[in-house]
């Protein structure tokens, strides 16, 4: 089975562009996360959807983020303008409403804006 | 609000032998779920061992297992005959039972191995 599924995988940017960073869930899974991990500030969640409805978007740093889930099999988090201190790893999770729930990691971006 | 702490940065362990990753939490639920979460160089987080607390039997996955004190807010993780693989970045990690469904992390255990 394929895991999740996170694109582009490195992104290198210059300041004040628009930056767009794509997940697709694990296939029957509901939940969908985004977290993001800094030297600074660690792992932290970002946003969280629902059956494609967010739940938390507490951690969303300003309004230069913004997050979508259109479908159950796609979900996009744009930066707009960038700034340099966005540079970090963001990962996508999914889970499952059964069982223990663990969520399930994609492999990240590594996004560097300069 | 929920914390996770982790309060060795760095660890290191010979190869075959054993080691303890320490995490302790702070909440006031009674029902929630913790886990540990490996993360090596590739920097994909990994899921080692997960543990309910209303589960009073400690968790076990192969060489993995955890010493869950739910009194004392204490999750520790011990890994036995450590090998090469294992070195990576360890997370310790809390999730509701109920409701909100997001992790909050610990800061990091960083494991090396000693061949």
């Known amino acids: 089975d394929a895991g999740v599924i996170q694109s582009p995988r490195h992104e290198v940017t210059e300041m004040g562009q628009e930056v767009t960073l794509r997940c697709k869930p694990i296939?029957?899974?509901?939940?969908l996360f985004w977290y993001r991990q800094t030297m600074m500030r660690g792992l932290e969640l970002l946003i969280y959807?629902?059956?494609?409805?967010?739940?938390?978007d507490s951690g969303m740093p300003e309004d230069r983020f913004s997050a979508k889930m259109p479908n159950a099999s796609f979900s996009t988090l744009k930066i707009q303008p960038s700034e340099p201190r966005d540079s970090a790893v963001y990962f996508c999770?999914?889970?499952?409403?059964?069982?223990?729930?663990?969520?399930?990691f994609g492999p990240g971006t590594r996004l560097t804006v300069t | 609000a929920q914390t996770v702490t982790q309060s060795q940065p760095e660890m290191s362990v010979q190869e075959a032998e054993t080691v303890t990753l320490s995490c302790t939490y702070d909440?006031?639920?009674?029902?929630?779920?913790l886990f540990w979460y490996k993360q090596p160089p590739s920097r994909q987080m990994i899921l080692v061992i997960r543990?309910?607390?209303?589960?009073?039997q400690n968790a076990t996955e192969n060489r993995f297992s955890v010493n869950f004190q739910k009194a004392a807010k204490s999750f520790s993780l011990k890994i036995s005959d450590s090998q090469l693989g294992d070195a990576a970045m360890y997370f310790c990690?809390?999730?509701?039972?109920?409701?909100?469904?997001?992790?909050?992390f610990g800061t990091g255990t960083r494991l090396t191995i000693i061949p």
């Open positions: 999770a999914s889970t499952s409403q059964r069982g223990l729930r663990e969520q399930y």
């Open positions: 296939s029957g899974h509901n939940s």
């Open positions: 959807f629902n059956n494609n409805v967010p739940i938390d």
């Open positions: 909440t006031s639920e009674s029902d929630y779920y």
């Open positions: 543990q309910e607390a209303y589960k009073q």
């Open positions: 990690a809390y999730r509701e039972y109920f409701g909100n469904e997001k992790l909050t």
